[in-house]
Nanobody, 118 residues
Framework: VQLQAFGGGLVQTGGSLRLSCAAS????????MGWFRQAPGKERDFVAS????????HYADSVKGRFTISRDNAKNTVYLQMNSLKPEDTAVYYC????????????WGRGTLVTVSS
């Protein structure tokens, strides 16, 4: 599966952005999906994940209550709605897909940069 994330940009503190990740292939619904981020000079961190059916989600503590992950299997797309953004959310955001039946993130898309100004 090939992934392409987009929707990043510059936003002020307290603002919102919605990231999208489009996937190729006809088996998108087989993959659990996740969002990760990497801030300058830091390691890549987990942000959120969603099961193949969309019935279960999981979030990093730092984004709980502010970010929402969702997916539309008919459109082969996963989303990350980001609200109440903070400067510390500034990072390159990546979407990833798991090997079906596992939580092994084997497929990664190019990142999209989110910059939150103070």
């Amino acid at each position: 599966v090939q992934l392409q994330a987009f929707g990043g940009g510059l936003v002020q503190t307290g603002g919102s952005l919605r990231l999208s990740c489009a996937a190729s292939g006809r088996t998108f619904s087989s993959y659990a999906m996740g969002w990760f981020r990497q801030a300058p000079g830091k390691e890549r961190d987990f942000v959120a994940s969603i099961t193949w059916s969309g019935d279960s989600t999981h979030y990093a503590d730092s984004v709980k209550g502010r970010f929402t992950i969702s997916r539309d299997n008919a459109k082969n797309t996963v989303y990350l709605q980001m609200n109440s953004l903070k400067p510390e959310d500034t990072a390159v955001y990546y979407c990833a897909a798991t090997v079906p039946g596992t939580w092994n993130y084997a497929y990664w898309g190019r990142g999209t940069l989110v910059t939150v100004s103070s």
